[in-house]
Structure formats: structure tokens, C-alpha cells
């Protein structure tokens, strides 16, 4: 046999070694993945559960809009225990770390592979069998949503990217910023390649965390889909609903 | 019939490889692909031309040596057989077949169509054994193994380590083949002394020569034993507990 010297895909050293150097293992940085991954589809539920509000329109006890009222009540999560927008913070501060930990391990992984792949390709075009559309093309979807999520967050929390922006006023805001078309449409693209992603994360993540069972394996392709369905209808509802002035 | 073969060419490790095109006249529907190799290296020898090197040895499926990348699928278009099992009846008169070896940065190629699977051993070394002391020979059924067990484990074991699963993964990673060589331990009463400590090894070092796994599914379609994924997340399990276990263990 030839001793043919390879590049190492990765090293373990300084802080990677750290817990045994679980954390820094491809399978422990899926892990990661998966977990922040569900982290982030409950998130996903919790957001258009609230969002949904927009249809409610005016309660008629305040006169205020449903959903700045529940805006406000996220902003007064535990009441008078805690100061205001203090459990809101929190929650952000977290979704922030989901973000980072999944993004963060996506690139490590994908350094990984490609090294691990080298510059060998195939002439033959190759026939996928079992890899689909969605699993081929997570790092495409999840850079559009992350740069959908970026100016979302622009839009309808800071206020930079909506010129009409008033804090507070959830309904005049989202109203306002998903009359523009080009907006509205953007919102929905992105909604799709969201629901790409999930077609195959909500599937794959139970892979990476071990949780198979031959008997139940065919639940999670349907599990997936329609997760993937649920948060797409819900999500696509608000934008077509305020551009054809349903909403106003 | 008469068949263009494009085969990938290459002399040595470091040389630059490169497609050439073989026109292979009267081959028998019957021969194997491994057979209608070797008639068109008989040929190649006659010319005067160097023959084209492919690993092959027992030719019956079970040894793992064989296996190229046909027409882009692992040991060509058949489901659950190596290369050295599929027949030319599965081509038709005039097809044009395209030959090439495994490409992965950790299987580099050694001449023509053979890779160094070298990678694989150094995984095996790690902890793909029983290292305890068994003593003498046991009864026959004397340790009691559920069926389910037993059954779970002669699948793993069924790996013929051939490399398909690396080949056909867009990440060139072999959890597929670490996944079988762990499990078919992992799931028998012998392997349980050196189960937490095999399965961090045999992890360790498959990751320093292959990617990770995106759970596309590749290889459990490439692989010519049929082996499930749900080993790996087996493997992905047993990764995570190792880590507590071994935690414990090392403290006792």
C-alpha cells in the first residue's frame, strides 16, 4: 500500500478540545444543529401563533388593534416581578445564541466537507437517489432566510428599513411595510425557501440526535412536511392578506 | 454487444489523470462488469498497452475490493450489489459508460481506477474489535441475545467496507461505515465492556479524514449491502451518551 499523506478535515486542539471535544466533533456540532434547530421551529409557532393576531383586528373593550396588544403583553412578560421587557430581552438574547450556534456550526461543517471532498469530481453527472432538492440546498435557503430574518428585523422591530414606522403600533407598522409590493414579495420568497429548509431540517434532525425507530421512520418525512405546510400557509396568509387590502 | 467505455486514467498518486474512451466489441450480455474489464485489458495487453488497474478479489460481493463510479452511480445502477456482481445484460447495445474511481480527499487514487482506502483501516484500528479476555471458548447459546439484537447486528456487520457510501455522500463522509462497524458491536453483549470508549474513538478518527454527515441518505441507496441510516443515528446516540459515561467512568 502506498502511504499517501492526507489533509486532516479537522484538529483538535486549544479550546476544541474542551468537554472531550464533543462540541467541536461533526456529530456533537449536529447535535448542536438539531437542537437549536427545534429551538428555532418552536420559535417558528410561537411567532406566527402571535402574528395570526393581525386578522383579530380591533378589540372592543381597549379599541386597541389585537395585536399591539399582544405586543405589549410580550413586552410585559412577568407582570411586576421583573422590569419591563426584561423576559423579552431574554428571549432574544437566546433566539440570538440559537441563530449564531446553527449558523456557526452550518460554515464549520460545510469547511469540513468541502476539505473533506477535495477537488475530485465526478464527469458523470451523478444520479441522486435519496438526497432531494431541500437537502441539497440548505446552505442556499438558510442564507436567504438569514438575510430575510436580518431585514425583517430591520423592518418591523427596529423600524430602519420602514419609513412609516411607529414604535408600538404593530398593526399600522406591518400594514405599512407589506403595502410595497416588492416587500410583500420578498416576505413570500423567502417564506418558500423557509419552508424548504424545513422540509428537510424537521426530517433530518431527528437523524442527528438518534431518535429513529424503523416501526416510525415513515412519520417523520410526513412530520416535516407538514410542519413545513403549517408554517408556510400561516406565514404566506399576512403578506397576501395585507397586499390585496384584506388587512388595512 | 458494442459499448463505449470513457475510464479514467491516471499512473501514479501524483501523475495527472485523465479520461480515455475504449470501444469494447462482442461483449456478452453475461459477462460481468468485472469480466468485461478484464477481456478489454486482454485486449489493452495484446496492443502493447497498459492494461487499466481495478481492485477485485473474490468477485462475489462479499470481500469489498471492488467498486467504481459508473455512469455516476456507486457500483453502477444496480440496487444492493457491488460492481463485481452486476452483469452487462443491465447495458444495452451502444451505451456509452463513463468509469471512474472514488473521489475523496481521504481516498486518494493509488493508479487508474484502485483508491488507498487506508482511511478505513486507521477507523477500524481506533476500535473496531473486541479487545477483552473472553477466555475459553464458550457454550454455544450459552449468552442469551434477543433476536431483534442479533438481527440489528448481523445488518451492521454486513458492511464489506467497500467505500461506496464515501464515494456517493456529497460530503465525502463515512458515518455510514463507522455507523455499521460500531453498531454491530454496540448492539452485542461482547462488545459492551469497550462500547462508550470504542464509539469516541472510531468518531475521532473517522472525522479526521472525512466530512460529516448532512443526512442526504446517499449512501444507504450506494451501498451494496443495503445498510439503513438509522445506524448513524445510532452511532449519533451512543456519541452523546459515550461523553457522559465516559465522564463517570474515567472518574471511578
Given at each position: 500500500m502506498t502511504t499517501t499523506k492526507r489533509a486532516h478535515v479537522h484538529d483538535r486542539y486549544g479550546w476544541r478540545a474542551w468537554l472531550g471535544g464533543f462540541f467541536s466533533s461533526s456529530i456533537g456540532l449536529k447535535w448542536l444543529m438539531a437542537l437549536t434547530g427545534i429551538g428555532l421551529l418552536l420559535y417558528l409557532v410561537a411567532h406566527l401563533i402571535g402574528n395570526l393576531k393581525i386578522f383579530f383586528g380591533v378589540d372592543p373593550v381597549t379599541g386597541a388593534y389585537e395585536i399591539d396588544l399582544y405586543s405589549e403583553a410580550l413586552r410585559t412578560l412577568g407582570g411586576h416581578l421583573v422590569p419591563k421587557g426584561s423576559v423579552l430581552l431574554l428571549f432574544r438574547i437566546g433566539l440570538s445564541l440559537m441563530f449564531i450556534i446553527h449558523i456557526g456550526s452550518a460554515v464549520a461543517l460545510t469547511r469540513r466537507n468541502l476539505a473533506a471532498r477535495g477537488k475530485g469530481r465526478y464527469d458523470a453527472t451523478r444520479h441522486y437517489a435519496a438526497a432531494n432538492y431541500a437537502s441539497r440546498t440548505m446552505r442556499m435557503s438558510g442564507t436567504i432566510v438569514l438575510l430575510f430574518v436580518l431585514f425583517h428585523v430591520a423592518d418591523l422591530t427596529l423600524g430602519y428599513a420602514n419609513p412609516d414606522f411607529v414604535y408600538g403600533a404593530v398593526h399600522d407598522n406591518m400594514v405599512a411595510s407589506l403595502s410595497r409590493p416588492i416587500v410583500a414579495l420578498f416576505y413570500m420568497a423567502a417564506n418558500v425557501a423557509l419552508a424548504f429548509h424545513i422540509y428537510h431540517g424537521a426530517w433530518s434532525l431527528f437523524q442527528s440526535i438518534g431518535t429513529v425507530n424503523p416501526k416510525y421512520n415513515s412519520l417523520r418525512r410526513y412530520f416535516a412536511v407538514s410542519f413545513a405546510a403549517f408554517i408556510l400557509l400561516g406565514n404566506l396568509s399576512i403578506p397576501l392578506a395585507i397586499w390585496t387590502g384584506w388587512v388595512s | 454487444m458494442n459499448l463505449s467505455l470513457k475510464i479514467w486514467r491516471q499512473a501514479s498518486p501524483d501523475a495527472p489523470g485523465g479520461f480515455k474512451t475504449y470501444e469494447a466489441r462482442n461483449v456478452s450480455p453475461e459477462a460481468s462488469f468485472l469480466e468485461m474489464l478484464d477481456e478489454l485489458n486482454e485486449r489493452l495487453n495484446s496492443e502493447g498497452e497498459e492494461p487499466i488497474a481495478f481492485d477485485h478479489d473474490c468477485r462475489e460481493g462479499i470481500c469489498g475490493m471492488c467498486g467504481v463510479m459508473i455512469n455516476g452511480n456507486p457500483h453502477g445502477p444496480q440496487d444492493g450489489t457491488a460492481t463485481c456482481q452486476l452483469h452487462m445484460r443491465k447495458f444495452s447495445d451502444g451505451d456509452s459508460i463513463t468509469i471512474e474511481p472514488w473521489r475523496a480527499t481521504a481516498l486518494p487514487v493509488i493508479r487508474d481506477l484502485v483508491v488507498d482506502r487506508t482511511a478505513f483501516d486507521r477507523i477500524i484500528e481506533a476500535g473496531g474489535y473486541i479487545s477483552v479476555n473472553t477466555g475459553a471458548a464458550p457454550d454455544a447459546n450459552?449468552?442469551?441475545?434477543?433476536?431483534?439484537?442479533?438481527?440489528?447486528?448481523?445488518?451492521?456487520?454486513?458492511?464489506?467496507?467497500?467505500?461506496?457510501?464515501?464515494?456517493?455522500?456529497?460530503?465525502?463522509?463515512?458515518?455510514?461505515?463507522?455507523?455499521?462497524?460500531?453498531?454491530?458491536?454496540?448492539?452485542?453483549?461482547?462488545?459492551?465492556?469497550?462500547?462508550?470508549?470504542?464509539?469516541?474513538?472510531?468518531?475521532?478518527?473517522?472525522?479526521?479524514?472525512?466530512?460529516?454527515?448532512?443526512?442526504?441518505?446517499?449512501?444507504?441507496?450506494?451501498?451494496?449491502?443495503?445498510?439503513?441510516?438509522?445506524?448513524?443515528?445510532?452511532?449519533?446516540?451512543?456519541?452523546?451518551?459515550?461523553?457522559?459515561?465516559?465522564?463517570?467512568?474515567?472518574?471511578?
Open positions: - | 450459552i449468552i442469551a441475545i434477543p433476536k431483534e439484537a442479533a438481527e440489528a447486528s448481523m445488518d451492521a456487520a454486513s458492511c464489506i467496507g467497500c467505500a461506496a457510501c464515501v464515494a456517493a455522500c456529497p460530503n465525502s463522509a463515512a458515518n455510514l461505515f463507522a455507523a455499521a462497524k460500531i453498531s454491530h458491536l454496540s448492539l452485542l453483549p461482547q462488545g459492551q465492556p469497550e462500547r462508550w470508549s470504542r464509539v469516541v474513538a472510531m468518531v475521532e478518527t473517522m472525522e479526521e479524514y472525512f466530512g460529516s454527515c448532512t443526512n442526504h441518505g446517499e449512501c444507504e441507496t450506494a451501498c451494496p449491502k443495503n445498510i439503513s441510516i438509522d445506524f448513524i443515528a445510532m452511532m449519533n446516540r451512543d456519541f452523546i451518551k459515550a461523553q457522559f459515561k465516559n465522564f463517570v467512568r474515567i472518574g471511578q
